[in-house]
């Protein structure tokens, strides 16, 4: 047996004896970044998988060690470009928890709406951006159609469109604008009044269908043995959801549904993703209601002009829109943190490709990658 190694767009005479190495990446439009899959082909079938990350790496948690912990907000709510303000939120998290200290009440409500309504832009990039992939154009109109009215919002209470900077440990950077709730309610009413017709638009079509049912299946066992998290996770049937099994913020007060599904394909995957978007939107709803009815206070602590964090270890985690996320902090007492290791949602998801992809064809790849809802910054740290 001899191998032939082929880049794309090269092309090779087909021999019975030759196995074809062909690299998908790391800048192909197929793939969500500069990733790369080196695949060995059998025919037209693929044989193994491996997939090959490192391309965007910038040393992130390095960066963290020697900057304090305002600085580390900033890198922290870019490894996973889609969901800033959760990212922020486990490093403020994780240093509260060393500090011993309690963020007001006014804060941590307000912090779980800020967070569901991230969720629901994450979730609606991917809704959109999936059926592109596969060759449908219309959804993504759609959906960025309700990504605009749910940004105009964020927006408006930090003053950026990704990278929100709005986390502060104690609290928030400032009280929420005057008004600013009804135009939350009203954005929040009038996406939950379009997502059925995005969801017709998509989940019932026939070539849809056909790209994604029986396609891509994850198991059980492959979850557990890789560390899947997230809507991946749950698809399959993996009863899993941070925000009700181990709440934090104000999750312990809201009937959070954890959405989960049991094909564990490509199809059940994108359809967990639509109903963890309705969940959102309700449980973005209970959150106003209660900032209502809240009485006028501090939403943070006020903190010495340098921050520094006692002696000790924790390890802060959260349900990030595309899955488990994690800093575990270690402090000798200093202004910055002597290690802060990051557990991206996206490095254990993608991982998995090398189990997912072997059996199926080339054509069939590019559905796959498209659901498993990664962000390569969240691989690559």
């Known amino acids: ?32 970044g500069v990733l790369r899959l080196r695949l060995t082909l059998d025919g037209e079938r693929i044989a193994t998988a491996e997939p090959i990350i490192g391309y965007m790496h910038r040393g992130a948690e390095k960066l ?5 912990y305002r600085q580390i907000i900033m890198l922290a709510n870019r490894h996973d470009w889609l969901a800033g303000f959760a990212n922020e939120l486990g490093v403020v998290l994780a240093a509260e928890r060393l500090l011993g200290m309690e963020p007001p009440v006014r804060a941590v409500w307000a912090r779980t709406l800020l967070a569901e309504l991230n969720r629901v832009l994450s979730h609606l990039m991917f ?56 135009r939350v309610s009203e954005a929040v009413a009038e996406t939950r009044r379009r997502v059925p017709v995005i969801e017709d638009l998509i989940l019932h079509n026939d070539i849809f269908l056909a790209r994604t049912k029986g396609v891509g299946v994850l198991t059980h066992e492959q979850i557990m043995q890789y560390g899947v998290s997230g809507p991946i996770a749950r698809a399959s049937g993996v009863d899993i959801d941070l925000r009700r099994d181990e709440p934090y913020l104000a999750y312990s007060e809201l ?12 199809h059940a995957r994108f359809g967990v993703l639509f109903e963890q978007l309705k969940v959102s939107l309700e449980l973005a709803d209970s959150c106003v209601e209660r900032l209502r009815s809240l009485p006028p206070g501090p939403i943070n602590q006020r ?30 007492g200093d202004k910055t943190p002597w290690r802060l290791k990051l557990r991206s949602a996206s490095y254990g998801n993608i991982q998995v490709l090398r189990e997912m992809l072997p059996g199926h064809l080339v054509a069939d790849m590019v559905a796959i990658l498209g659901s498993m809802f990664f962000v390569v910054g969240d691989i690559d740290k």
Request: charged share 20%.
């Open 303 to 332: 903190l010495p002009k340098v921050l520094k964090v006692p002696e000790g270890h924790t390890y802060a985690w959260t349900e990030n829109p595309l899955g488990i996320n994690g800093y575990y902090l270690v402090s000798k």
């Open 255 to 266: 009937p959070v549904k954890v959405v989960t599904g049991s094909a564990g394909d490509c």
């Open 64 to 68: 963290f060690e020697v900057r304090d």
């Open 127 to 182: 809704l959109g951006s999936y059926p592109l992939e596969l060759g449908a154009m219309t959804p993504i109109f759609y959906s960025f159609n309700e990504r605009e009215r749910i940004q105009a919002v964020m927006e408006e209470i930090s003053g950026g469109r990704m990278h929100y900077m709005f986390n502060r440990v104690g609290g928030l950077k400032e009280d929420l604008p005057l008004g600013w709730l009804d």
């Open 1 to 32: 047996m001899t191998e032939r190694v082929v880049g794309i767009g090269a092309g090779a005479k087909e021999l019975a004896t030759e196995d074809m190495i062909l690299n998908i990446g790391p800048q192909h439009p197929s793939t969500h």
